[in-house]
C-alpha cells in the first residue's frame, strides 16, 4: 500500500502558477505508477497525469502543454507543476497510486484559480 499527503494548492489568478507537492510512504512506491487527478465543482474525479516508475508521463488533453508531472523515487515524492492557470482548474487536487484496486482518497489539496 501506498498512503500520501497532497499540498501546494492555493488561490491564484489566471495565468498563474502552483506546484503540488505529494509525500509518499510505502515500499512498493517505486515500482508502481502514480498519477495526479482532481475534482471540481460538481464534476466527477478525473487523472490529470500519469508519471511510471521509470519516468513516462501522460496526461489529460485538458493540461497538454500546461502541465507537468514529475517524480523522486528517493524521496518518495511526486510533483504537478501547474503553469497558465485557468479559472476551470479550480478543483481540489489528489495524489495516488494510478493502478489500485480500491484506492484511498485522502485529503487532497485545494486549487482555486480565479481573478
Known amino acids: 500500500q501506498v498512503h500520501v499527503v497532497e499540498s501546494g494548492g492555493g488561490l491564484v489568478q489566471p495565468g498563474g502558477s502552483l506546484r503540488l507537492t505529494c509525500a509518499a510512504s510505502?515500499?512498493?512506491?517505486?515500482?508502481?505508477?502514480m498519477g495526479w487527478y482532481r475534482q471540481g465543482p460538481g464534476k466527477e474525479r478525473e487523472l490529470v497525469a500519469a508519471?511510471?516508475?521509470?519516468?513516462?508521463?501522460n496526461y489529460a488533453d485538458s493540461v497538454k502543454g500546461r502541465f507537468t508531472i514529475s517524480r523522486d523515487n528517493a524521496k518518495k515524492m511526486v510533483y504537478l507543476q501547474m503553469n497558465s492557470l485557468k479559472p476551470e482548474d479550480t478543483a481540489v487536487y489528489y495524489c495516488?497510486?494510478?493502478?489500485?484496486?480500491?484506492?484511498?482518497w485522502g485529503q487532497g489539496t485545494q486549487v482555486t484559480v480565479s481573478s
Open positions: 510505502g515500499s512498493i512506491f517505486s515500482i508502481i505508477t
Open positions: 495516488n497510486n494510478r493502478y489500485a484496486s480500491r484506492p484511498y
Open positions: 508519471i511510471t516508475s521509470g519516468g513516462s508521463t
